[in-house]
């Protein structure tokens, strides 16, 4: 049987990837940047169904009106799917009542899109999975969107952050509801964790997401070149200004900055800064003219400001003015119930990148992840999957695929020094069964969570879990967070 051809609208190549699997190889899918290319296809083999991603919506949703026109025009039996932002723009919305056109409001509804799209699909065929399918054997056994979805979720223009762990679920959500408020925001996360991604998030779910996106690495820059990258310069302030110089508060507008590795700076620029986050005032470095920075403030550090306060390397005052909205990461060893979801995620994006065939996946190998405790958190763990995936020849991809280090356990060390990585896995390797396994990963995810969220007080941990201390040091010694005391 021919199978309907599906095409995806988006720039989004997450949102290509994610197709395939969700309709399971009953259709074959097809992604295109831009309309000029899909109305090309069209001309010669028309699309069943096209699923169009229109979140970054330009011009109050006028010139995406346009678009569906021709579309509908040169393809009236196609079936239309619109994802647009969660402000739907009101042109969108009445082209939408109007017609047949399915519209997904801020995010790729699964269920909603499976309903709309059945009966492209004859009887037989639903719940078939043809392995013939390059584009499902790329996404490999076990990858299918059929799979529990993550608990939060928080969706922007081009990206999303998923979570299945209860703490970070809570946290999406304060910070989505921050993202939408004109308000500083101070991220704390290791290196890796996620800081510079979910800085883009929240500038992509704000109401500045249509101005610029500005990261400066301070602790990349010299210190007295930070200056000049932040507030600008004037001609002939200092050797090597042979012009004026607009710096990233002017130059984000209404946009968002993120100031990564804000420990990097000298407390006469803490001052200063301090200054731009409660008035917005500054002047360029060589300048007596005051200029009004009206961007948002996205600040993030590796370490602990407090600790950098009692160490006198922070100023007290930029500490609490940033400690107002303070939004911790925590590392990926802390939170392991997002690692398989997160190497299934990566596994099919680099399969597809790479054009690697997938047919099936050693259990062994997440076994693996879930026993490594992952210094470079996020970051490092996408890295190992690509590796993974690149030499993969044989369509299994096992734990053999896996760096050495990774099935050794032998981590690098951590950007916190304070923070000591067990050297030993953090499974118990006398449970051999696999509901046995299951368990006591569950039992350590909670218990870690519970550490974090009582600041790793034992008696408060015990007192909420319901178990004496004894039982608890008990079982901290079993998995291994004897290092976690505080």
């Known amino acids: 049987m021919t199978k309907p051809l599906i095409v995806v609208l988006s720039n989004d190549q997450l ?28 001309s010669t083999t028309p699309p069943a ?34 994802v647009t932002p969660v402000q739907c723009p009101e042109p969108l919305r009445r082209r939408a009542a109007t017609t047949a056109i399915l519209l997904l409001v801020g995010r790729l509804d699964r269920s909603a899109l499976l309903e709309a799209f059945a009966p492209l699909f ?58 939408r408020h004109d308000v500083t925001i101070l991220l704390i996360g290791e290196t890796g964790a996620g800081k510079t991604f979910l800085s883009r998030l929240i500038h992509e779910v704000s109401p500045r997401r249509h101005d610029p996106f500005l990261p400066v690495a301070c602790g990349a820059l010299p210190s007295d070149l930070i200056e ?31 100031l990564d590795e804000i420990d990097a700076l000298r407390p006469e620029q803490q001052v200063k800064l301090l ?50 909205l303070k939004f911790v ?3 990926l060893r802390r939170r392991q119930i997002d690692i398989v979801p997160l190497a299934k995620k990566f ?13 099936e996946i050693d259990p062994g190998l997440f076994d693996s992840l879930l026993e490594y405790p992952w210094p470079g958190n996020v970051r490092e763990l996408e890295h190992v999957i690509q590796r993974a995936v690149i030499y993969c020849r044989d369509g299994l991809l096992a734990k053999s695929h896996l760096p050495s280090h990774i099935l050794s356990g032998n981590a690098g060390p951590t950007n916190d020094p304070t923070v000591e990585l067990p050297r030993t896995p953090f499974v118990d390797k006398s449970i051999d069964s696999t509901l046995g396994r299951r368990v006591a990963f569950n039992e350590k995810e909670i218990i870690e969570q519970s550490l974090f969220k009582n600041s790793f007080s034992r008696t408060k941990t015990a007192l909420e879990l319901g178990i004496s201390r004894v039982t608890l040091y008990n079982k901290m010694k079993k998995y291994g967070l004897q290092h976690e005391k505080r």
């Open 15 to 42: 949102m290509a990837s994610e197709l395939p699997g969700l309709f399971q190889g009953r259709a074959e899918i097809r992604a295109y940047g831009s309309s000029e290319e899909l109305l090309h296809l069209a």
């Open 49 to 82: 169904a096209i699923v169009a991603d229109f979140r970054n919506a330009s011009s109050g949703g006028h010139s995406e009106v346009q678009i569906l026109d021709q579309i509908i025009q040169r393809l009236p039996a196609v079936r239309l799917a619109v």
């Open 122 to 179: 004859s009887p037989d065929s639903v719940g078939m999975n043809h392995h013939s399918s390059a584009q499902t054997t790329l996404l490999g056994q076990g990858l299918t969107v059929a799979e529990s979805p993550p608990l939060g979720t928080l969706m922007g223009i081009s990206r999303r952050f998923e979570t299945n762990s209860p703490q970070l679920k809570q946290m999406l959500v304060d910070l989505e509801i921050a993202a």
């Open 228 to 258: 000049s990258e932040l507030f600008g310069h004037s001609k002939g302030s200092f050797t090597s200004a042979h012009q004026d110089k607009e710096g990233k508060f002017i130059a984000a507008r209404r946009g968002s900055i993120l």
């Open 275 to 324: 200054r731009v986050i409660e008035t917005g005032e500054f002047e360029p470095v060589g300048s007596n003219e005051t200029l009004v920075c009206q961007a948002r403030l996205i600040v993030a550090s590796n370490l602990e400001l407090q600790q950098l306060v009692e160490a006198n390397r922070f100023r007290p005052d930029l500490y609490y003015r940033l400690n107002m």
């Open 329 to 331: 990461i925590p590392p």
């Open 347 to 359: 596994i099919r994006q680099f399969a597809i990148r790479h054009g690697v065939r997938i047919e």
